[in-house]
């Protein structure tokens, strides 16, 4: 059950990944991923295969939030350039995606897109 949710999130994200990579202009070969849920191994292992890309998980990632904002408040306040921010975070693992995983996910991503197509009516309905 739990992979499901990991797999379900990760479809989710690797869907919005090319809108995400038109909207910015920017070619995404690499993430970062923080917060509780960077504490699976797992689940780093299924984002770089659904994403297709290179996945630092974070050490310490339960401090995700705290950190960023401590990183934050260093920018502005001078104490930090902002091009050092990646030297002041340490990485526990890095997921590379495995070819077979990524093809299997590509179809399964095409299917999560058709499958969304054609339950859109149902999800608008839905709505309170």
Not at 37 to 61: F, K, N, P
Not at 68 to 73: C, I, K, S
Not at 96 to 116: C, I, Q, S, V
């Amino acid at each position: 059950m739990t992979r499901a949710v990991y797999e379900g999130v990760a479809l989710n994200a690797a869907w919005l990944l090319d809108p995400f990579r038109a909207f910015t202009g920017v070619e995404y070969r690499e993430i970062t991923f923080g917060g509780g849920g960077a504490r699976s191994q797992l689940w780093g292992a299924i984002l770089a295969d659904a994403l297709g890309i290179t996945v630092h998980r974070l050490a310490e990632a339960e401090y995700t939030n705290a950190r960023g904002a401590a990183l934050l408040a260093f920018g502005v306040l001078g104490r930090l350039d902002p091009d050092a921010v990646g030297s002041q975070v340490q990485v526990a693992e890095t997921h590379e995606p495995d070819p077979a995983h990524a093809a299997t996910y590509a179809r399964l991503r095409a299917r999560f897109a058709d499958y969304h197509a054609a339950t859109r009516a149902w999800h608008r309905a839905a709505r309170p």
